[in-house]
């Protein structure tokens, strides 16, 4: 039977990959495509349109491992879509591609409702994109309603994460290289594939084994902050959670 930290640690590459897979589907390119914005434009209203209609630097102080510049020129340039719109056509991307994903999936009602607790029910400090996409209405069928619990829970733990990084006095590309190979929303990736994909300058220093060590602690840390969400579940529920969550073919 799995303990709430043991769940959190177990449910993470799942919540990761499908909580964030839509972010780069092709449903979020057709919205760039009517609306004439750019793939990260739509990303940072999309996301952190929940933080309200605010200046880059509040964006820049909670998507912790982007450049500081290039998040205020995606987000600046993206203001032709107000946020509010912004996080109503995340939500609605989010949930086609939950259906287009997870549709044939029998379980997506059940483990809606074992998501569902666990994101009421965590604390919000520290994590202001948790909080707002945790206020953001859910969708009322089941595959929609799961992957945009998956998302919401993904941000919890992104934003808990981001928090663990900076308590280990980590610069966030440092973090970003030291991470070896994560499951993430496109796939196994090393850590020079990630900082690429997040846009910071090359060429790329590899870390010490210090930083790799640390970055390995930040990630028990990660995991440690996580438990307390899934306390609400009882065993036999964290274990259902957990074989839920393998989707397989699901696909």
């Known amino acids: 039977m799995a303990d709430p930290r043991t769940t959190a640690r177990q449910v993470k590459a799942a919540i990761g990959q499908y909580g964030g897979g839509f972010m780069i589907s092709r449903e979020a390119k057709a919205v760039c495509e009517e609306y004439g914005l750019g793939a990260r434009e739509f990303y940072f209203r ?5 933080l309200g209609e605010c200046d880059a630097d509040v964006v820049n102080s909670v998507v912790v491992f982007f450049p500081p510049d290039h998040v205020e020129q995606s987000w600046n340039g993206g203001r032709k879509l107000p946020v509010e719109r912004a996080v109503e056509l995340y939500a609605e991307i989010c949930g086609a591609w939950g259906r287009r994903k997870l549709g044939g999936y029998d379980g ?62 980590l610069h ?24 690429r994909f997040f846009q910071w300058p090359e060429p790329y220093a590899t870390p010490d084994p210090e930083v790799v060590a640390r970055r390995a602690a930040v990630e028990e840390t ?30």
């Not at 604390?123 to 996409?133: Q, R, Y």
């Not at 981001?162 to 006095?169: D, K, L, R, S, Y």
């Not at 290289?177 to 196994?188: C, E, K, Q, R, W």
């Not at 996580?226 to 609400?232: D, E, G, K, N, T």
């Open 172 to 195: 966030p590309l440092e973090a970003t290289l030291a991470s070896g190979h994560d499951a993430t929303p496109f796939g196994a990736t090393t850590g020079e594939m990630i900082a």
């Open 46 to 50: 999309g996301r952190c349109g929940v």
């Open 108 to 169: 997506c009602a059940r483990l809606a409702e074992l998501l569902q607790p666990v994101v009421e029910a965590a604390p919000c400090a520290g994590v202001p994109l948790f909080a707002g996409w945790r206020a953001v209405p859910l969708p009322d069928d089941p595959p929609a309603r799961a992957v945009q619990l998956m998302h919401v829970v993904r941000e919890l733990r992104g934003g808990l994460h981001a928090n663990a990084v900076i308590a280990a006095g």
């Open 222 to 251: 990660t995991d440690d902050l996580m438990a307390p969400a899934f306390s609400v579940l009882d065993s036999s529920e964290t274990d259902e959670l957990i074989g839920l969550l393998r989707f397989g073919d699901a696909r």
